[in-house]
């Protein structure tokens, strides 16, 4: 069981990674750097950018638990 939660936490951790460098920036940041501050003329971005925040908020929502129960099982061996 730790094993998969370890593994399961390395692949959330890089999906993660890619989800927050996916974001829009805000000028001047790392996504700028990687061509993020190019102006895109798809329509609906807005709606684009509102369901990676939520994939982004739910993936970090179960990396953190992973981590408790990462933790918690630790703890108790």
Do not use: C, P, Y
Not at 17 to 27: R, S, T
Not at 30 to 44: C, I, P, Y
Request: charged share 10%; proline share 0%.
């Amino acid at each position: 069981m730790e094993l998969g939660l370890s593994i399961a936490l390395l692949i959330f951790s890089g999906l993660l990674v890619l989800l927050v460098l996916m974001h829009k920036g805000k000028g001047g940041g790392l996504s700028d750097m990687f061509g993020g501050g190019m102006q895109s003329s798809v329509g609906g971005s807005s709606v684009a950018e509102r369901n990676l925040d939520r994939i982004t908020i739910v993936v970090a929502l179960v990396w953190a638990a992973i981590i408790v129960a990462l933790g918690i099982m630790m703890k108790s061996n």
